[in-house]
């Protein structure tokens, strides 16, 4: 044998079932898939202001869940879309030209137009203004926005229209208006990026808001692509998609937020400049001393937070951190180092509005992320001369969020990766791999859990596939990739194997395994693998694997991929 090496696939028959199914295909008929290929570029519009659905963000670009299906659409059938936002219905309806309205409520969908099957389902949240009971609002003034449905029982009198969802928040935050109604994702998502105080957000089912893409009447084969689109995006990757989507909020660092924190600084700083100009260097001590107090002050109140304040003298280059910094900190050698670090960021950014990220070593050994808070106090001449600020501890915010994309990827039942995630696993590790290197994909399949379900019961059924799964955990390595690619079926792939001897001898071990842990009743399994030795994908090696797979079944008995004639 020469050229590509030949991978050796081996059967093995095994006592204990374990569930996986492929991974779901698209499968478009002959018309679809010429309409792909002759469509060209999708113009795709819809209404701006509803975030996280679909907006504008600060830069300009278009964002938002309703988006980011389309580009897994994109992706998963070559059409290519161009996106364009309007500021209000009218606006978006008046484009006869578009060829896809995404992110569109079943009840906001105009004549002429037929919608897919929803992609997001939302209920109504009330928000109402701080200073008001949500059990008395018949004669409160409603915030309204322009051209979407009224909840029932709203009287046209008491009602104040604004163009997006965004302004009538605002009103009710300023009290220019009492209460109103958004999607849940919505409501939060604002009250989030814009820190509002005077809004309570209370759940209440006024309707079902169910998202979908809407195409004209005459397209039912864009339509058809669509729809099928959407069922093949897994259940775990669109929750994770919209716990992205929702969860990207970019805070603002609004005016009132400004002189809330600051306004004591500030008004110092403009007190210290007028000093300059009228008493020189005189004045200036003065002003640094009224400073002082006043940091002393707000010290005393971040020791009840999670508020790290600090100043930076940027023509001197000194830094002052406050005592709680320093216990942060710990040793001189690590106030130090933390001190350069944040002494480069500041020095490298224009903190004024903007919100970087900082790792910094702290007392215990470990790495703590920050959120820095700046801004920067100018001289006469224009010139940044200090900058005051803070940082503010969010490693449990980071922390929250990494453990949600990490449940994202994992099957619920049994804790192991989820099929996407194995596939993608495999993937990387295929192609990462030293070539030198022989790896193994096995594949194992439950050769009769509808048998255990129906004489046991389900949850027997559930137990079994939970046995199967903690057992792989035991069996194989800790760097070996164990996944639940379907139903009953599992699969590993094992790094670095010596010799085939080892895989039979791990199929043996975990046949052992489920013997004791399963004593009620009889469990078996088959399984089937296939060594990676050459230039082999992942598709390649779950073929030969999933071959063997079946004979191993049939025969009930282990096989080499010679033996088998492959």
Do not use: W
Not at 11 to 20: A, Y
Not at 185 to 213: D, G, H, T, W
């Amino acid at each position: 044998m020469s050229g590509k090496a030949i991978p050796i696939i081996i059967g093995i028959f095994i006592i204990m079932g374990v569930p996986i199914c492929a991974e779901a295909r698209l499968l478009l008929t002959d018309e679809e898939r010429n309409y792909i290929a002759e469509a060209g570029v999708l113009k795709a519009v819809s209404i701006n202001g509803a975030a996280p659905i679909q907006y504008t963000d600060t830069r300009g670009e278009i964002q938002g869940i309703s988006k980011r299906v389309l580009e897994e659409i994109s992706d998963m059938t070559g059409l290519i879309f161009q996106y364009k936002l309007y500021d209000s219905n009218r606006e978006a309806y008046a484009d006869i030209d578009h060829d896809i309205f995404f992110g569109i409520p079943y009840h906001y969908a105009s004549n002429g137009m037929v919608l897919s099957k929803p992609f997001l389902k939302t209920e109504t949240i009330l928000y109402i203004n701080s200073s008001l009971e949500s059990n008395q609002l018949d004669d409160k003034t409603y915030a309204a926005v322009r051209g979407r449905v009224l909840p029932e029982g709203i009287n046209e009198e008491n009602i104040v229209y604004f163009d997006t969802r965004e302004e009538s928040l605002d009103a009710v935050e300023k009290g220019k208006a009492d209460y109103g109604y958004g999607n849940t994702y919505s409501v939060i998502f604002y009250i989030l990026q814009n820190n509002y105080r005077n809004i309570i957000a209370i759940p209440k089912k006024k309707e079902l808001r169910e998202y979908c893409m809407g195409v004209p009447n005459d397209n039912r084969v864009l339509l058809s692509i669509i729809n099928k689109s959407i069922d093949a995006i897994d259940e775990g990757k669109m929750e994770a998609l919209i716990l992205d989507e929702t969860l990207c909020i970019d805070r603002k660092i609004t005016f009132s937020m400004i002189i809330d924190i600051y306004g004591k600084e500030i008004f110092g700083a403009i007190f210290l400049m007028m000093g300059i100009l009228l008493c020189g260097v005189v004045c200036n001590v003065r002003s640094n001393k009224i400073l002082r107090a006043q940091n002393e002050k707000n010290e005393m109140l971040s020791q009840a937070s999670n508020e790290y304040l600090y100043e930076y003298f940027v023509k001197s280059g000194r830094l002052e951190l406050s005592k709680k910094c320093n216990r942060l900190f710990g040793t001189q050698k690590q106030l130090r180092k933390a001190s350069n670090i944040l002494k480069d960021i500041l020095l490298s950014n224009n903190l004024d509005g903007n919100i970087p990220v900082i790792k910094l070593p702290l007392a215990n050994g470990e790495i703590g992320t920050f959120k820095s808070i700046g801004l920067s106090i100018h001289d006469e001449k224009g010139e940044p001369d200090f900058i005051v600020g803070k940082m503010i501890d969010i490693h449990d915010e980071i922390k929250e969020k990494e453990e949600l994309i990490i449940k994202s990827k994992l099957d619920g039942p049994t804790g192991l990766y989820n099929a996407i995630t194995t596939k993608e696993l495999i993937n990387e590790s295929i192609k990462n791999r030293d070539k030198n290197r022989t790896d193994a994909l096995i594949v194992i399949d439950c050769d009769d859990l509808k048998h255990i379900n129906d004489t046991y019961g389900h949850l027997a059924g559930d137990q079994v596939l939970k046995n199967i799964s903690t057992g792989m955990k035991l069996t194989f390595r800790q760097d070996d990739i164990i996944g639940r690619i379907g139903g009953d079926e599992f699969c590993i792939y094992m790094k670095g194997v010596p010799s085939i001897n080892l895989v039979k001898l791990k199929c043996r071990q975990l046949n052992l395994l489920i013997r004791e842990m399963n004593e009620d009743f009889y469990v078996s399994v088959s399984c089937g693998s296939a060594l990676l030795e050459g230039e082999n994908t992942y598709e390649e090696l779950f073929e030969n694997a999933d071959k063997v797979l079946y004979k191993a079944k049939k025969r009930k008995g282990v096989q080499s991929v010679r033996d088998l004639n492959f």
